[in-house]
Every structure is written in C-alpha cells, then in structure tokens.
C-alpha cells in the first residue's frame, strides 16, 4: 500500500459545519412532529387510516412514507400492542417496516384489513358487540356460559354446529346443533361459518354465521364458546370482536377438574391435558383473562366486559 494511500485511509472524516447539524436536527423535529401529527389524525378520524398507507405509497421519504407500521396500527382506535403484532403476523409483514417500505403485496393486504375494519364499523352505532370466550379443556367454559345463559338474558349465544355425539343433558338446537360429517361439510362449502375447527384430533365444530350477524346488527351483544383455533379465526374475521381467556387457578385445580368430572376415558384425559398444555401458553393472544376461581364470579366478569368502551378493553 503506498504512504499516500494509507495516510488516505487513516485521515478523519470531515466534521459537519454547525450549521447543517442544526437545520438536520430541525428536520428531524420537524418529521417526528408531522409524524406524531398524523397519528392524532388517524385516532380521531380526521384521517382514514387508508388514506395514509395511500399517502406513504405516493411519497416514501414523506411524514406517511416514514411512519413505522407499528405506529400506524396502533393509532387505529381498538388496536393495542397485542392486536397490532397478531395483524403483523397474519398479514406477514415485520414490524421494522416503514409504511412507504411496504411491498405491493403487503400494502394490498393491510389495505384489505383496513376495508373490513371499516364495513364492522359500518354496522353503526348501538350494534353489539361480539365477545369470545375460549380456555384450556376443563377449564369450565361450558359451566360459566349456562350461569350467563341462565342469570343474563340480554346476553345472546350463539349455538354451534358440532360432528360430535350429544353428552347427556345436551339438547339439539339449544347446546349444539348436532349434525354428521356430510352436512358439516356442506356448510363449509357454503360459507356459512364465522368459524370452524377440529378439535382434540376428533369432531368438528363452528359457529354459524347468520344469526351472529343478525344478533349484532340488532344492538345485541353475543358470545361464543369456542377452542382456541376458533377464536384465532374470529380474531382474523372480526378484529373488533373481544376475545376472552378462561383461565383456572392453578393447573392441579384443572387436572381435578377434568379427572372429576367422569367424561373421558383415561386415554382421552391424557391427550386433553397435551393439549391443555399448549392451549395456556396462548394467552396472550387475548384480550383479557378471567380466573375461573367461582362460576358465578366469572360468569359475571365476562358479561362486565361487554359494557367497557372499547379503548379500554384493549391490552397494551
């Protein structure tokens, strides 16, 4: 290497007169506040968030085009830390992206997520809201459910579908519609599930979507009790649905639960507790959690949450 080259190498790089360290920390002032200004815009209204993923498509370098995608979602009213990264990760777009850093693909689909955020909201106001209730097996979801049936009147539940035989006490059309595979499939066909999904590796169950659309177009309020996979499809159809985690209070207390109450063999108990397992670890996935301590105590936290705004349902 010759001495010029490395006394090349060597030598500092130029200090930035103070004048353009000033006008670029003005710049980035001024960008963090038109940023921060679009955010305020977006939670109030005053701009959709469509109109500025449009925006930051036309001008990348711009206050749109330069807002990170985390913050553009979460200045959508309803949408906290956990609904933002379960969006991310359906629409499978990384959380370090910028909105004018969106790929075609990915603009589509966070376009097509806010389209059908605004036909939910399109439903008006005084229209019901949609709560979910899911937990591990023998968590108790079928016993709190009939203490709101039976104690909350104003309270609507829809009636699933299930390839499942009846347990004693069941009755077709009031704990489930009980019906065989081939008509199972053909409501699959048809499109006539909000949701559906095989549980424990066995039946089939999913909830119809008619009379949950009709319930809540009317101002009532309904809830599901479903497994998880169901509410993780809800969670996709309906982003301003709920979503409830029934919780026990300890996992022995679980175990006792499902041994106690007779209604599987000791192989079935066995795979239910696996999936037991993996069904806890999920529950961050909601929205909120209620312990399973007392029937009654539950039954009555679940139908609270039907009645707290929105924004202040959601976990951040």
Avoid: C
Wanted: charged share 30%; proline share 6%.
């Amino acid at each position: 290497m010759s001495e010029s080259a490395e006394g090349t190498r060597g030598a500092a790089r130029p200090t930035p007169p103070d004048v353009d360290r000033a006008a670029a920390s003005r710049a980035a002032v001024a960008a963090r506040r038109a940023r921060a200004d679009l955010k305020a815009q977006i939670a109030s209204g005053k701009r959709s968030a469509e109109s500025v993923l449009d925006e930051g498509a036309r001008d990348p370098n711009g206050p749109a085009g330069t807002l990170r995608v985390t913050d553009f979602l979460l200045a959508i009213p309803a949408i906290g830390v956990t609904k933002m990264k379960a969006t991310l990760d359906r629409l499978e777009i990384s959380q370090v992206k910028r909105v004018g850093g969106l790929g075609r693909h990915q603009r589509e689909r966070l376009r097509e997520f806010l389209r059908e955020r605004a036909r939910l909201s399109a439903r008006g106001h005084g229209a019901g809201r949609l709560v979910v209730l899911a937990g591990p097996t023998a968590v108790g979801k079928g016993s709190v459910s009939s203490y709101i049936r039976e104690n909350y009147p104003e309270v609507m539940f829809s009636v699933s579908a299930t390839t499942r035989k009846p347990r004693p006490g069941e009755v077709d059309g009031v704990h489930y519609y009980f019906v065989d595979d081939a008509e199972f499939d053909r409501m699959i066909a048809a499109g006539e599930f909000l949701e559906w999904a095989t549980v424990h590796n066995l039946s089939r169950y999913g909830t119809p979507r008619g009379p949950v659309d009709g319930a809540l177009a009317a101002g009532r309020n309904v809830l599901l009790e479903i497994d998880l996979q169901g509410a993780r499809q809800v969670r996709a159809n309906d982003p301003a649905a709920l979503l409830v985690f029934l919780a026990p209070p300890t996992w022995d207390e679980l175990v006792r639960r499902l041994v106690g109450r007779g209604t599987e063999t000791p192989e079935e108990q066995r795979r239910r507790l696996e999936t037991a397992k993996v069904e806890l670890a999920s529950e961050d996935e909601f929205d909120r959690t209620v312990v399973n301590t007392t029937v009654p105590e539950a039954a009555r936290e679940v139908v609270d949450l039907m009645s707290v705004p929105i924004r202040a349902q959601t976990r951040d």
